[in-house]
Structures are given as structure tokens and as C-alpha cells.
């Protein structure tokens, strides 16, 4: 039998990430994952073969040819008869995940791990060891990490099949639908329903909650529901959703909206609701791992669940269901494995949001950080007055930055706008070292870039922006 110092069931970003750092820390190190893209083994999980990638790869093409039949005239270029081949569209960006998942592939190789194609289940513990069935083959590790993610929740009315797709469904349509229904306009249902608007789609976004984007700063919610209705997007908030009938035509979809009752017909129908953490095929219930009520692994803050030797991180856990949480998540666990300080900083987790404009933040809204009782001073700076954004022909938004009135210490920075799902980045850098606007606003941006807009948001909050 083959024995493990570390075994990490699921191969996406928070499970080859910690094998790769256990195999750093010089574990001889394991990964099971049961991933399959067209019929064989792929790597990455739901990121990089389903969510993340290929979505920003659809993204760039569509906004690509927005930008060609939308705004190249204002830049004074001419292009006449531009259309979509959809069909090598989606090959692009299958091959950027075929490059992607495969580099995976090459990692594991490179720092020996060895890899398993199926289902990982903990059988029983054996002395100091899990004897876990990687794939059908019974393996020994002292060590377990179970990175097993999360699956797209269905909405009972309408399972998925047919013209009723989730997240990955929604990435390989073969046409494009006249008309797209969305059912919940979180990341996913905004991101996708971008796609397929500027690709010539008419979508109609349905949700529950009364408001847009509830978990961002209010003035970045009301700024980015703006473009995205000017964009197209037909939005419809409190909605309760009926019945959800499939015919071959496509989906039919009643709902209730004012008190009204509204039928709506879809050539498709994305059904985006969030997501429920997968623990199949584990063997959970058979060894004890407990979860908690929504099925979320239950581990303690070193990421340890009730069994000994059995570690948890990921989407499975809960929290934000994130990439680069989970990525750090396995960072973090290899080392307390490794009997190091592994550690996530919670407080300064970006969010990115690949609309156009983009949406990024980090840290505490000004309403959140006003409901825990703090006092605070934000500072705001349109990208309107942004020298590089109006020569990029995009000076939609601003960035704000929230920071403590007494400290200057900063609580949060929000963001719409062109690339701030890059700009964040020095957010989180100056966050995670408990800094100031002050020390934001004394730092030298180059000239001229957008980067300027957070350093003018940062000088703002002391009412002293210099070019607004
Ligand atoms: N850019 C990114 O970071 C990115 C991209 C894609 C997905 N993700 C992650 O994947 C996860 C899943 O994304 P998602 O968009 O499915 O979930 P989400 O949680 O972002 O949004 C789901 C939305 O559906 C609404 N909803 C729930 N039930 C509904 C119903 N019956 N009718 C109408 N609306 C309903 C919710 O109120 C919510 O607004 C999220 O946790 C998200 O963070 C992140």
C-alpha cells in the first residue's frame, strides 16, 4: 500500500495548492480528484476547467467585441461587418483551460506529487494513519486535507438539464439565446449575463432580495446596477419565482413581482442561486466527519475538523467562496501541518467582480463598519476625473476608501471602475499591513495611470484630493 505523509482529496484551487506547498515543506504528498473535462482527468476543480478561467476568457472575447462594434468609432476607428464566431470563441477559451489544467498537471510532476483520477473516501484510521481509497486503490496518510468544493445549487423548480444550465453550461452554449433568463443576480448570473448581452443575447435578471449586490458598499452596488441597466441588463428585484416549465422551444418562468404574476418566456435559463458544499463520495457519514447544518465541513481555526489528522479548507468549509481564499486557505493549512504559523488573514479578502465597469473590494463597507459602531471618514474619487481613464475611453465609477476617523487606519476600499480588478490589489497590500489612507495618500503613483484614482480616494478622505 502506498503511504502518504499528506493526502489532499480534490485537485481545484484549494487542494493542489496545499499539495504543492505540503510537497514544498518536503511531505511526500498525494492528490485525488475526481474532475472530468470531455471524458478525461482534469486538475483545477470548478475554477479553472468551469468558473474562473473559461468565465474571464468569455469575458475578455465578448467585451473584446463590444468594444469593436460599440466603441472603436470613438476612437476613430472604422470597422465595418464585425461579427462572432462563437464557435472559436469557445475554442480559445477551452484552450486557455487546456493550458491551464494541463500546467497543473506539470506542477504536480515537478514537485512529485503523485496523482489520482476519481473519488477519495476515508475508510478507517490505523495507528497514526487515515487509510483513504484514492480512486479505488487503498492508500495510507497520516495527514488528510479535504479540498472537496462546492457544486452549483439547483433550484427545486427547475433542475438543471436541458435549457436550464448552471455556471458550466452556461460557458459552452452553442448559439447564442435571443432571449436569456437569469434566476439570481450574484456574481455568476451578472458575469455570465454579461457574456451573452454583449454577445447580442436580451437578458432578464430575476432576484429574491429586494437589492443589487447587498454584500458591497452601497455606493458601489448603485453605481454598478446603473451601467449594467444602461448595458441592457433587464433586472427585476423581489421576485418570487413560480414554476419553471421546459419544452423544447425552451423555458417558460412565472413569477411574482409586485404582487403581480408575470410569465416570462427563455431560449435558456441560467440558474445561478449560489452554491452547496460537495462532500460525495467521502465517506463522511461512515467515519463521523461532522458537518454542520448546511453540509459545510466543521473545522476549528487550523482548519482541523473532529477527526484527528483530518484537515478542511476550501468552499467546503464555508465562508467566501472564493479562489484565492481557498488558495491561501492551503497555503496556510500545509504549514500548520508543517507545524508552522499558516495563517489567512480574513479581514483583507478581495472581491472581484469581472462586469464592465468592474467591481472590487476589500475589508469593511462603510455601512458595515458604521453597524459595528465606528466611526469613520471616507474619501471618494471619480475615475471621470482620471486622466489615463478618459484616454482609455472608460472613466466610469470611483474609488472610495473607508478608514477609522480616530486611527486613519483603513477599514475598507471599494471600487467600480475600469481594472480595479487589479487596483484592489494595493488595497489589500496596504490593509494587510494595518495601514492609513495617510500612508496610501504620501505614496507615489506613476503618472498617468488609474492607479492615481486610489491615492486621490485615499487623499479624499482627508478632504484634500488634489484633481477633484
Ligand atoms: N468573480 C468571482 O469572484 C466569482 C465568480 C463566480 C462565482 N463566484 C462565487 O461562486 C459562488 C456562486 O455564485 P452565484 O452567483 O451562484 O451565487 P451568489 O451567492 O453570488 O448569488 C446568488 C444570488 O441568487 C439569489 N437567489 C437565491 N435564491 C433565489 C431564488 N430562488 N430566486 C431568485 N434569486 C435567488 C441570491 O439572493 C443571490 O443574490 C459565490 O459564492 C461567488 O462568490 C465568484
Known sequence: MDAF???VIGGGPAGYVAAIRAAQLGFKTACVDAFERNGKASLGGTCLNVGCIPSKAMLDSSEKFEMITHEADEHGIVVDGARVDLNKMLARKDAVVDKLTGGIQFLFKKNKIKSYHGYGRLVRRE????IVDAAGEEVSAKNVIVAT??????LPLAPFGGHIVENSGALALTEVPQRLGVIGAGVIGVELGSVW???????????ALPGFLLPADDAVSKEALKHLKKQGLDFHFSVNVKDVQQSDAGVTVTYEENGQSVTAQFDKLIVSIGRVPNTQGL???DVGLTLDERGFVKIDDHYRTNLPGVYAIGDVVGGAMLAHKAEDEGVAVAEIIAGQAGHVNYDAIPWVIYTSPEIAWVGLTEQGAKAQGLEVRTGQFPFAANGRALGHNDSRGFVKVVADAKSDKILGVHMVG???SELIAEAVSVMEF???AEDLARTVHAHPTLSEAVKEAALAVDKRALHA
Open 5 to 7: 505523509d499528506v493526502l
Open 127 to 130: 495507528g497514526d494513519a487515515w
Open 149 to 154: 468544493g462546492s457544486n452549483p445549487r439547483a
Open 197 to 207: 448581452r454583449r454577445l447580442g443575447a436580451q437578458v432578464t435578471v430575476l432576484e
Open 283 to 285: 465517506g463522511a457519514q
Open 418 to 420: 475600469p481594472n480595479v
Open 434 to 436: 494595518g495601514g492609513s
